[in-house]
Nanobody, 115 residues
């Protein structure tokens, strides 16, 4: 099982980034996918999740209206479009999936929002 995040970087407040998580080693279309983040000195928090069919989505209150999670089951990839970024969005962003009582995580991608 592999999950590889990309797309992070340094962006000014109000800017946008699109994160990608390319996966392999499991049946992607059968799994709920999630994005989490961990800011310095804080615990890891759920940012967004999307059902296996790309239907129901769920967002943390802090990102509602600014972030959009999506998936491409043909490419085994999940995305996180982040708009109107704020300094408090600075964190390492991880994608995750789970099955059989096991969580699988990527290595993370750093997002820094600063002027």
């Amino acid at each position: 099982v592999q999950l590889v995040e990309s797309g992070g970087g340094l962006v000014q407040p109000g800017g946008s980034l699109r994160l990608s998580c390319a996966t392999s080693g499991f049946t992607f279309s059968n799994r709920v996918m999630s994005w989490y983040r961990q800011a310095p000195g804080k615990g890891r928090e759920l940012v967004a999740s999307i059902s296996n069919g790309g239907g129901p989505t769920n967002y943390a209150d802090s990102v509602k209206g600014r972030f959009t999670i999506s998936r491409d089951n043909a490419k085994n990839t999940v995305y996180l479009q982040m708009n109107s970024l704020k300094p408090e969005d600075t964190a390492v962003y991880y994608c995750k999936t789970s099955w059989a009582w096991t969580d699988y995580w990527g290595q993370g991608t750093q997002v820094t929002v600063s002027s």
